[in-house]
């Protein structure tokens, strides 16, 4: 079964940028469509972003021209690069993966944005 580590996360400061990475055990990862998704306190989790084995890409409305949504099939990573991140962007960002019979989540990484 495919397991999802992510990493990346952290404290950085309004206006800063963070590179998320999650990287997938198991041969079909080139399959998958890959999600990122986040969860603020208090808040339901929201998915971020999404590119399909395809390489279509969806983006939030609220981070469209800041975050970019890459994968690497042949090292079975998708990353979330986050550029001009906003104290509104903390929460814990999970990475997704599967189809229409599965879904399969990470632990989550904490990004944290403030002064």
């Known amino acids: 079964q495919v397991q999802l580590v992510e990493s990346g996360g952290g404290l950085v400061q309004p206006g800063g940028s963070l590179r998320l990475s999650c990287a997938a055990s198991?041969?079909?990862?080139?399959?998958?469509?890959m999600s990122w998704y986040r969860q603020a306190p208090g808040k339901q989790r929201e998915l971020v972003a999404r590119?399909?084995?395809?390489?279509?890409?969806n983006y939030a409305d609220s981070v469209k021209g800041r975050f970019t949504i890459a994968r690497d099939n042949a090292k079975n990573t998708v990353s979330l690069q986050m550029n001009s991140l906003k104290p509104e962007d903390t929460a814990v960002y999970y990475c997704?993966?599967?189809?229409?019979?599965?879904?399969?989540w990470g632990e989550g990484t904490q990004v944290t944005v403030s002064s």
């Open positions: 997704n993966g599967g189809n229409a019979y599965l879904s399969i």
């Open positions: 590119i399909t084995s395809s390489g279509i890409i």
């Open positions: 198991g041969s079909i990862f080139g399959a998958y469509t």
